[in-house]
């Protein structure tokens, strides 16, 4: 039974950090809505209560059961899970003389096990409006910072403790040696789960859920899909068959190219060549959530048409990956940004259960279980593809025209990305970066380009054209949840734009976005 801390999550955007912060230890967790915990049987070794957008005080403001562990297990609040700790045990929380929010210097009265070995004066993040004016009988102050007196609290006689900062985010110098501290030498943690245990158990876990049961998956051509069925290849051979769709908005050559490459894997691959019923259904449709779901809708049609041409099959396999959930609002209490097709559900119609088993992993994971897995590098190294592929990158209609000229264009860039030496610049490889990257597309952790709905007057020898502009987006990340926009150099920028504006007919203009995540999105769409 593998050993895991359940975090239990109130509705803060960055929850996921917290999990990415324990899996990068080695210790195994699982986030759950706080309104939903799990039975809690002997393979769990400690809870995590997130942050909120919440006061303890709105209405609706999320509650949790803590007759079911407090006392039992170890608990760590965090932010909003400090508050409510001290909310319910008979502490006081109020309003903040003013909103705490930003780097702080937390100085450490109580060291203990939670903040053993870390310096006694240390910077935090703070993010919150109330504050605990007052800490519940039987609990004690560990550590204080200039506004916040009880920054950090423990109840004495039993292994529970509570922040008002975020230990998660990468702004709290020690937050990762806390995180530490509280699952190894409060919970008591071994830090033994890595991408071989996770194999291992995942294929314990497909092979119990589907039996002799026959499984579908949608093959992309991305890493995602790819660890998937590799994955559940090992766990039930031929009785998967992978469906790999032409929806008309994959890259240039992608149909053929890919499906060649997965035939080499062995794997047992149908190619579904159906772009025209795509683009017909997308005409006129110019809302992205519009857009999105009807890509969604027409994929899980042509799952359906093929399951029916299967004879057994009764599971429906997904490449489904932690963000996807956390972006769709998969957890109670979180805002939603976009839908993914992937998690907004089956139709009545489609009688498959689903399977999912990447669901709790983050992208970096995704591909350190991929190289255990012996997937080849060029595979595992491809960038991050949206599930509505080209789709979301047409801003506005998407018609066949636009879709050659956006092709046609992220061609270029794409090969100019891996035609660029960057050996000897320092640029680590975004997929493994404990590697030296030797192109510009390994040192880029997605990229990929834009068609604008509007066109701008250019001239061409003599002629004055009136065409597209398009926008390059090359962005570097470890999981999706935030971005940063990749410094390209000026030379490369010259070329690619000479390149695109010369080659692809319909397009005069190449701009380059400079926007990060957040506020922005990757994704235009």
Not at 189 to 218: H, M, N, Y
Not at 437 to 449: D, F, H, K, S
């Amino acid at each position: 039974m593998t050993e895991k801390i359940l975090i239990l999550d109130s509705g803060s955007q960055v929850t996921q950090l917290i999990g990415r912060r324990l899996r990068e230890l080695g210790v195994y967790c699982e986030i759950h809505p706080s309104g939903k915990i799990p039975p809690i049987d002997g393979s769990v070794r400690g809870i995590i209560l997130s942050g909120s957008p919440c006061s303890v005080y709105d209405q609706g403001a999320p509650v949790i059961d803590f007759s079911l562990f407090k006392g039992k297990l170890p608990v760590l609040g965090i932010c909003y899970g400090a508050q409510l700790l001290a909310h319910c045990f008979g502490g006081k929380v109020g309003p903040s003389g003013s909103r705490e929010y930003g780097r702080a210097r937390l100085s450490i009265e109580d060291p203990g096990l939670l903040f053993e070995g870390i310096p006694s004066s240390t910077q935090v993040w703070m993010s919150h409006g109330d504050t605990i004016l007052s800490l519940p009988e039987g609990a004690s102050v560990l550590a204080s910072t200039a506004d916040v007196r009880n920054a950090a609290f423990r109840f004495q006689g039993e292994p529970t403790y509570a922040v008002q900062f975020h230990p998660e985010v990468y702004h709290t110098t020690e937050g990762t040696a806390m995180l530490r501290n509280f699952a190894f030498r409060i919970c008591g943690c071994k830090g033994d789960w890595t991408p071989a245990s996770f194999i291992e158990s995942s294929v314990a876990s497909i092979r119990e859920q589907v039996g002799d049961g026959k499984v579908i998956l949608g093959l992309s051509g991305g890493v995602d899909s790819t660890v998937a069925a590799v994955l559940l290849n090992k766990a039930i051979g031929h009785n998967l068959t992978c469906i790999f769709v032409n929806n008309g908005l994959l890259r240039k050559n992608e149909f053929t190219d890919v499906l060649a490459s997965y035939k080499d894997m062995g794997l047992n691959v149908i190619g579904a060549d159906v772009p025209e019923n795509f683009l017909s259904a997308l005409k006129g449709v110019t809302d992205p959530e519009a857009k999105r779901k009807t890509i969604g809708r027409l994929f899980i049609e042509t799952f359906d048409c093929y399951a029916r041409k299967i004879e057994g099959a009764g599971f429906l396999a997904q490449g489904t990956i932690y963000p996807d959930v956390i972006e769709s609002a998969g957890v109670a209490g979180a805002s939603k940004i976009k839908s993914h097709h992937n998690v907004g559900g089956l139709p009545e119609k489609m009688n498959l259960k689903i399977v999912e088993p990447l669901r709790m992993l983050f992208k970096d994971e995704v591909r350190r279980v991929g190289r255990a897995l012996g997937i080849k590098e060029e595979l595992i190294g491809r960038h991050p593809f949206p599930g509505p592929s080209l789709g979301v990158r047409i801003i506005g209609e998407v018609t066949p025209e636009r879709v050659r000229i956006l092709q046609d264009a992220d061609d270029v860039f794409i090969r100019g990305l891996r035609a660029y030496d960057c050996t000897g610049m320092g640029l680590r490889s975004a997929s493994d970066p404990s590697v030296e990257a030797r192109n510009l597309y390994e040192a880029i952790w997605q990229a990929g380009v834009i068609l604008l709905p509007v066109k701008s007057v250019g001239v061409m020898g003599d002629d004055r054209t009136y065409e597209y502009p398009v926008v390059l987006r090359a962005v570097v990340s470890t999981d999706g949840m935030t971005a940063d926009w990749v410094h390209l150099p000026y030379d490369f920028l010259a070329k690619v734009s000479n390149d695109i504006i010369n080659k692809v007919r319909g397009v005069n203009r190449v701009v380059y976005d400079i926007s990060s995540k957040p506020p922005s999105t990757i994704e235009w769409e």
